[in-house]
């Protein structure tokens, strides 16, 4: 059983920056890769950011190329996604997720219970 959670949520204005922290149960980094997912108001879902298991790939959704950066600390077994240059398009609720082995885009083993991010004008 892998345990997520996640923090960093909050208020931010228009081109500021957050950034979110997924803890994970020691060990995770060694078999599961870990991505991030966001559901905005009234939508589903969606993919945002990923690594490997490696930490040898990451994966980004076009909506936020050069703006976001996913990394982790093995020793803190966390994994961090600094939001820059924020839009109100980023409002959402995101999610830490682990996949055992490869990155995919479904099929997640785990979900954390999410934290808010609301970017306003």
């Known amino acids: 059983q892998v345990q997520l959670v996640e923090s960093g949520g909050g208020l931010a204005q228009v081109g500021g920056s957050l950034r979110l922290s997924c803890a994970a149960s020691?060990?995770?980094?060694?078999?599961?890769?870990l991505g991030w997912f966001r559901q905005p108001p009234g939508s589903e879902r969606e993919f945002v950011a990923a690594?490997?298991?490696?930490?040898?790939?990451?994966y980004y959704a076009d909506s936020v190329k050069g703006r976001f950066t996913v990394s982790r600390d093995n020793a803190k077994t966390t994994m961090f996604l600094q939001m820059n240059s924020l839009k109100p398009e980023d409002t959402a609720v995101y999610f830490c997720?682990?996949?055992?082995?490869?990155?995919?885009?479904?099929?997640?083993?785990?979900w954390g219970n999410g934290t808010l991010v609301t970017v306003s004008s």
């Open positions: 997720a682990a996949r055992e082995g490869a990155w995919y885009y479904y099929g997640m083993d785990f």
């Open positions: 020691p060990g995770t980094f060694s078999t599961y890769s």
């Open positions: 690594m490997e298991w490696k930490a040898d790939t990451t």
